[in-house]
């Protein structure tokens, strides 16, 4: 018999399933990912701490996990929410089955409810903060409870939460296609980053592009940072709301002003609008999924990119010295922009895919080519 599990939504909607991870309760933020692989790379980001994640596509757990497609050293999601586990997993890198890693991560997780339903909830009423409870004794009341008293992510600073406590060195190169062996780039550019809850597979792109990578934590002074002397600042994504992260948009003001070489991604690009004075909104129920349609203005090329968004930074707050680069085919909302008078850019969706396609792979390039002409 399966432990039997329920989600509730603050809405009062209560979905009966069973467990699929560790038993227990768990409470967040509860939105939907329409990506069809990357389950592991979803879990592992640390954006999605404080968020239970509901994945559209029915199959989940199909391959399995490996080390390799973690993008962090721990599982972030507040919960996982899924249709079907399959009863196999069969892949050649896989070395677990994916209920087995939930529970050894203390994941609380549900399978078999209707996550279409699930997700049109979500879709028409935005996203609602819930509660899963795993085990033999679960009830409904308790559920709802504990789910309308999450607060929601408006105004939590999670950065510093998920951040890294003291500087390190980046040390992996980059894998090859078919993550069969680590290449080691020469290094050109010393890059500070700072560390809001990143990816990983940031980092391995920024190392192929010849980063020597100091990985500093969120609330590293940018006094500290500038010392190091590098050629270039990374600001990387990370969970929360970043209007509440007001030692980072500090840092990045003086950053600004020093007119270092900054690039920023997601989270990074958001602190960098409210650095610039812009303001952030909550959208309705985000961007999270891996075949999001983005504009690139420069050549009008339309680019397949990877999202993990709730928040958006409202374009009609940029100040003048802001160009839009690149803006949403879903819904218009700003994806994209550089600085016309200072060496910086940013994008809200990932660039570094993990998972999802690469196709906007190519802005870790132009950070190499900012840093190359800052010289
Ligand atoms: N992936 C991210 O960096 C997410 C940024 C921010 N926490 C948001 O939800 O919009």
């Known amino acids: 018999m399966p432990t039997p599990a329920l989600l509730a939504l603050e809405d009062g909607s209560v979905f009966h399933g069973h467990a699929v991870g560790a038993t227990g309760e768990t409470v967040g933020e509860v939105v939907f990912n329409t990506a069809m692989t ?15 994640v509901t994945l559209t596509y029915p199959h989940i757990g199909n391959t399995g996990v490996n080390a390799e497609d973690a993008e962090s050293t721990a599982v972030h999601a507040a919960g996982l929410i899924v249709r079907d586990v399959p009863r196999r997993a069969s892949n050649w890198r896989s070395t677990e089955s994916l209920p087995d890693y939930l529970k050894r ?7 078999g409810i209707d996550t279409r339903r699930l997700t049109r909830i979500l879709r028409d009423k935005g996203a609602l903060s819930g509660c899963i409870l795993a085990g033999d004794h679960v ?4 559920a709802l409870a504990k789910a309308r008293a999450f607060p929601g992510l408006n105004g939590m600073d999670l950065a510093k939460v998920v951040s890294v406590t003291a500087p390190y060195q980046w040390q992996e190169g980059v894998y090859d296609l078919d993550k069969t062996a680590f290449n080691q780039p020469a290094k050109r550019f010393k890059v500070v980053a700072y560390d809001f809850g990143t990816k990983h597979n940031i980092f391995r792109l920024l190392a192929e592009q010849g980063c020597d990578i100091t990985v500093v934590p969120a609330q590293t002074p940018a ?22 992260c007001d030692y980072a948009i500090e840092a990045t003001k003086a950053l600004l002003e020093a007119k270092i070489p900054l690039f920023g991604i997601c989270l990074g690009h958001q602190i960098m609008g409210l650095a610039l004075g812009a303001k952030t909104l909550k959208m309705k129920f985000g961007h999270h999924g891996a075949n999001h349609p983005v504009k690139d203005h420069d050549d009008g090329r339309v680019l397949i990119t990877s999202q993990n968004h709730g ?65």
């Open 311 to 375: 928040f958006a930074v409202d374009p009609a707050t940029l100040p003048a010295n802001v160009r839009v680069t690149h803006s949403s085919l879903f819904d218009g909302s700003l994806q994209g922009f550089a600085l016309t008078d200072r060496p910086a850019f940013c994008f809200q969706g990932h660039p570094e895919a993990s998972p999802g396609p690469h196709d906007i792979g190519y802005l870790f390039e132009r950070f190499s080519k900012l840093m190359q002409e800052a010289r």
């Open 38 to 52: 990357g389950y592991q790379e979803i879990l592992t980001d640390p954006s999605y701490s404080r968020q239970i």
């Open 223 to 244: 006094a500290d940072v500038l010392a190091m002397k590098p050629d270039g600042v990374f600001l990387s994504n990370g969970p929360g709301d970043p209007a509440a």
């Open 105 to 111: 991560h203390g994941i609380v997780a549900i399978a």
């Open 139 to 142: 009830d409904a009341e308790t």
